[in-house]
């Protein structure tokens, strides 16, 4: 099998059982030989295991670990000291972190898969019979089923949906983002299944979720996938704020409200999906976020801004005429951000009547940092106004310094 497809794991019954031997073998070696047999290297062995199979969620795991040695260490030699403390935190701290990297590890393989496209010269040639193909779903063996799944994906059966959705809690990782990318494919009527994929514990099928809705564009997800905005995972807020620019201008509307939600992240996704959305109002809106009370926020809104690129200028060299630093200062990083295409625009303004728009040109001007515009600011060392002189001085200080 390729290496997008299914892997080979022990069975999901036998997880919990391993690891509750393991770890009685330990606590027995502990009781029987003392605190001086250094029994600790097989609580970090459970982590291990846990964290392969089960991911961040061991860091429960690791809890109830340093809860067991602390425990341990009680009873054998009383009230535990610093050092048997240092060691129960570094065994929550341990199966957090590897649970994570095991977690980003796996998603990557997700990534690349799901950006898979028409099979490769190898791959098997698909059944024509559908119902044989949706039988193949049921199949005990994996490489069966994920190839069911590719191959009812590949050919749009809308009867698939419900045999694919139950492939969405598949104990294979490789077959759940198979059916996933399948649904993806069908369109409408996978809708829904996705859409409840969303409040999955799994956090690989919640972000496939967001991609597969995505692709397919239907704007009744757009409530399921703003509320994703607020998902623990950043991975799954970043997908779904994707998703949400992919859907367009149907989602305009509810994201632009969700720049004012209480929180933070819904905020900062909602900025994401419309610097994908673009348009006035998207522009306009974004604008506004720049003066949110979280830097992260208003980084994303200047990040969405520099996305839309040249067309939102005209709407940021109108922001400038402004007293609010705080807005002054998210337009000018805006600007830094589209760059190149800005700068034609931001010499113009050096000739308005209002010197806080020259002001703020200039400044921006020495934030995209073009060497083309080194005239343009000398020109305005003779400026009538103190404050635009003073910032032409440090733009064209920053520009050599480049």
Not at 251 to 259: D, F, P, R, S, T
Not at 269 to 274: D, I, K, R
Not at 354 to 372: Q, T, Y
Request: net charge negative; charged share 25%.
């Amino acid at each position: 099998m390729n290496a997008a497809g299914p892997s080979g794991g022990s069975p999901v019954w036998g997880r919990p059982a391993i690891i509750a031997l393991v770890t009685a073998l330990a606590l027995l070696l502990g009781l029987f030989f003392g605190t001086e047999v250094p029994y600790l290297p097989f609580f970090y062995l459970v982590l291990v295991l846990a964290t392969f199979w089960y991911k961040r969620r061991a860091v429960y795991m690791g809890i109830l670990l340093a809860v067991l040695h602390l425990a341990v260490e009680y009873l054998l030699s009383g009230p535990p000291g610093p050092g048997a403390i240092v060691n129960a935190g570094m065994l929550v701290a341990v199966g957090y972190l590897l649970g994570y990297l095991f977690e980003v590890s796996e998603r990557r393989r997700g990534g690349l898969h799901l950006r898979i496209g028409e099979p490769g010269p190898g791959a098997p040639t698909c059944d024509r019979d559908t119902r044989r193909l949706i039988a193949r779903l049921e199949s005990r063996d994996p490489e069966k089923r994920y190839q069911a799944a590719g191959c009812l994906g590949d050919a749009r059966v809308p009867a698939a949906v419900g045999p694919l959705a139950a492939l969405l809690h598949d104990p294979e990782s490789g077959v759940r983002w198979k059916a996933t990318e399948a649904l993806g494919k069908l369109g409408s009527p996978a809708v829904e299944p996705l859409i409840e994929s969303l409040q999955s514990e799994d956090v690989d099928a919640r972000w496939m979720a967001a991609v597969a809705l995505g692709d397919i564009g239907d704007p009744e997800a757009i409530p399921a996938l703003v509320e994703a905005l607020n998902d623990e995972d950043a991975y799954v807020r970043s997908r779904a704020a994707l998703a949400l620019g992919a859907i367009g201008e149907a989602a305009q509307e509810v994201l632009i409200a969700a720049l004012h939600d209480g929180e933070e992240r819904v905020r900062g996704g909602a900025a994401l999906a419309l610097g994908s959305i673009r348009g006035e109002s998207a522009v306009t809106a974004l604008i506004g976020a720049l003066r949110d009370p979280e830097e992260g926020v208003r980084q994303r809104a200047a990040g969405a801004l520099g996305d839309i690129g040249e067309p939102a200028v005209p709407f940021l060299l109108s922001a400038l005429r402004t007293d609010d630093e705080e807005l002054r200062s998210g337009v000018i990083a805006a600007f830094g951000r589209i760059g190149r295409p800005a700068v034609d625009s931001l010499i113009a303004a050096l000739d308005d009547g209002d010197w806080r728009l020259r002001a703020g040109a200039v400044s921006a001007l020495g934030e995209i940092g073009d060497p083309g515009s080194v005239d343009a600011l000398i020109e305005s060392l003779d400026d009538g106004q103190a404050e635009v002189r003073d910032t032409a001085r440090a733009a064209l200080g920053s520009i050599r310094k480049a």
